[in-house]
């Protein structure tokens, strides 16, 4: 059974910092290209931030030179650090685990909600 369970999300202050981690089961972590998204109320989901195995990064825009993704593959974890938070970033961030190049499938957490107040 694979499980991500998101941890981290919260109430901060805008300039303020939070870290989300992502403890991954059920999959075999190392190969899998770890991600976080997020989705604000009235919008569509949408990519924040993704690694590979091999420690690849992609970042939306909005979050670069703010944001990092990290991973522990010893741990199976994936982290967020998110820093410098903006109102805009209020939402609820989800963690996602890509094997499709595997032939595999996608995987989604439950979601943490993050809340950006000014």
């Known amino acids: 059974q694979v499980q991500l369970v998101e941890s981290g999300g919260g109430l901060v202050q805008a300039g303020g910092s939070l870290r989300l981690s992502c403890a991954a089961s059920?999959?075999?972590?190392?190969?899998?290209?770890m991600g976080w998204y997020r989705q604000a109320p009235g919008n569509e989901r949408e990519l924040v931030a993704t690694m590979t195995s091999g420690g690849g990064t992609r970042y939306a825009d909005s979050v670069k030179g703010r944001f990092t993704i990290s991973r522990d593959n010893a741990k199976n974890m994936v982290y967020l650090q998110m820093n410098s938070l903006k109102r805009e970033d209020t939402a609820v961030y989800y963690c996602?685990?890509?094997?499709?190049?595997?032939?595999?499938?996608?995987?989604w957490g439950q979601g943490t909600p993050v809340t950006v107040s000014s």
């Open positions: 059920g999959i075999i972590f190392s190969m899998a290209v």
């Open positions: 996602n685990a890509d094997l499709t190049s595997y032939g595999g499938m996608g995987y």
